[in-house]
């Protein structure tokens, strides 16, 4: 099945600690996002990446880092220098054609809590 | 800063009435229009995508877009109380490839 998978799907974290958070997708899609959805709010942007080696911030990118290695994987690291790392994480991919991005499809989420 | 507005809700409909949900942008650049779908706890389901003006139907959903009125809408016809969620409309600019988000519309159909 294709498809876009995300672990674990719940996290716990002491304060102080570093948490990555893993992404992976067998859709072959070139570009990955990762977004940040709090109780009530949208979707908000923290990292994004169109090609493999290459990833630039979003909106709200302090606080985290990320790795593109792999086309496939996009993983998402939550460093102790993020304030208020509680939330809602998704990760998204979507294909490029012809200059355009198409739909972002999303996998089920990361519910990270702060302890 | 690029703004995509939605009325939060609820909206509440009884069931087999016509839901309408409705987004405002403020990118005249913007040239891909998406709706999703997020169930409580979920993750956003990517129900439709209108990329020129007009209606574009899909079973009981119609996308509806308006450029020059910066206006994008949802209607769901015969709505069904499996359709309560909240509804997010997503916008990108062309050649970009990230999308602005909403904050969502609340849907509540009632049996």
């Known amino acids: 099945d294709g498809g876009i998978t995300q672990s674990p799907k719940y996290l716990f974290r002491k304060e102080g600690q570093n948490v990555t958070l893993s992404c992976e997708q067998n859709?072959?899609?070139?570009?990955m996002y990762w977004y940040r959805q709090d109780p009530g709010q949208g979707l908000r942007l923290i990292y994004y990446?169109?090609?493999?080696?290459?990833?630039q911030k979003g909106d709200i990118a302090e606080g985290y880092s990320v790795s593109r290695e792999k086309k496939e994987s996009f993983p998402l690291t939550v460093t102790s220098a993020q304030k208020n790392p509680t939330a809602f994480y998704l990760c998204?991919?979507?294909?490029?054609?012809?200059?355009?991005?198409?739909?972002?499809?999303f996998g089920p989420g990361t519910r990270l809590t702060v302890l | 800063q690029k703004e995509v507005e939605q009325n939060s809700g609820p909206l509440s409909v009884p069931e087999g009435a016509i839901a309408s949900l409705n987004c405002t942008y403020s990118?005249?650049?913007?040239?891909?229009f998406f709706w999703y779908r997020q169930y409580s706890g979920k993750s956003p389901e990517l129900i439709m995508s209108?990329?020129?003006?007009g209606d574009k139907e899909d079973g009981r959903f119609t996308a509806q877009l308006n450029k020059a009125s910066q206006y994008v809408s949802l209607l769901i016809r015969d709505s069904q109380p499996s359709d309560s969620a909240t509804y997010l409309c997503?916008?990108?600019?062309?050649?970009?490839?990230?999308?602005?988000f909403g904050k969502g519309t609340m849907l509540l159909v009632s049996p």
């Open positions: 990118d005249r650049g913007s040239q891909s």
């Open positions: 990446s169109q090609i493999v080696n290459d990833f």
């Open positions: 997503a916008v990108n600019r062309a050649g970009y490839s990230t999308l602005t």
């Open positions: 209108i990329y020129s003006n």
């Open positions: 859709l072959n899609h070139d570009a």
């Open positions: 998204a991919s979507s294909i490029e054609e012809g200059g355009r991005y198409n739909e972002q499809f």
